[in-house]
């Protein structure tokens, strides 16, 4: 489909093409210098101690739950209203994903009344979704992961630029998102803020997560394969069952450039998200998410709510007539087949309501506010 309009875009261009030529020319392809420097670079602008790269950000979080301690007969909690890769590197563990409910239409984060009604015995971390890039109630999920002795992730996916702006008098404020539990995680996917195609970042200020990160990141091995291409090995131990979630020097070379791009396009993503609430926010019919905030996200994508339900296919198609792309974010996991079977009586009424309600806008810092006027001019159309 040719849109006129498509749903996200990036900012990719001659400076991320001679960086690959670079590597290419190079001939190291695995995990190397490169890697080493986009991970110092990440830790810099991230103010965190540790950035680990990685294959991509499911990688991520499957590393910073076993890290963390989080196995068999552990119970995680986190949203249903994500993607699925959050929940199943929670199901790699051999722990069990308990399902929170969202707080609503208007705050599609997950809600700390159901995550506190939730936590058992068997509870061992918290998974926070920082949605469409507006950072969770973390001041409200470290109160309770401090008082119930839980780990906290972040998956972060949404968010990478973000800073929190949560309690002005806590000790979170003013930090970027990503750095506000025990680990944080990122994706470099080919439709995200930072975008290197597959990729991924493991961020943390804890020392033994971060060396098990490292560890367990390349087969357990003591040392890697550019050590040895590079004269400063000769041999190396397994100490751990690790796994193949290496990044590559193509990644990291991209990544390099796109970082550097990052806060320039979070910025003009903020601006069209400025003009779509102009346009959007007073129109009878559609309920605007996360509305009361503006600066503390990195909008990573613009969802908006039908207030009726049983529209949400009608508005889309007529959408896709007028050549705008749209998308859902989310379809809820624990409504998918496979997650059906395995916890057939999840029920979680704010997130189900609101799924079925939810249409994503196009949303990408290549976008005009012109765009912007144009999408939002069909849409109210659409919906009349
Ligand atoms: C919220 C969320 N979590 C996890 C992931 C998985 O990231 P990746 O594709 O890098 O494994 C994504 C990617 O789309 C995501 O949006």
Redesign the pocket.
Known sequence: MNWKYQLSDVDLGEEEAQAVADVVRGKWLSIGPRTAQFEQAFAQWMQVKHAIAVS????A?HLALIASGVGPGDEVLLPSY??V??ANAVLYTGATPVFVDIVGPKDLNLSCDDLERKITLQTKAIMA?HLAGFPCDMDRIHALAAKHGLKVIE?A??AIGASYMGRKDGHLYGKKVGTLGDAGCF???ANKNLVTG?G?MLVTDDDEIASKTRLLRSHGMTKSSWDKASGRATDYDVTCLGYNYRCTEITAAIGLIQLRKLASNNSQRLELVVEYRKLLGSVPGIILPFVDRLEDSAHHIFPVVLAESGRQSLVRQKLAENGIQTSLHYLPVHLFSHYRQLFPNVQLDQTESTSQREITLPLHPLMSIDDVRNISQAFIECIR
Do not use: R
């Open positions: 991509n950000c499911t990688t979080l994500t993607f890769a959050s979704v998956d996916c949404h994706s470099f996917f597959e991924g």
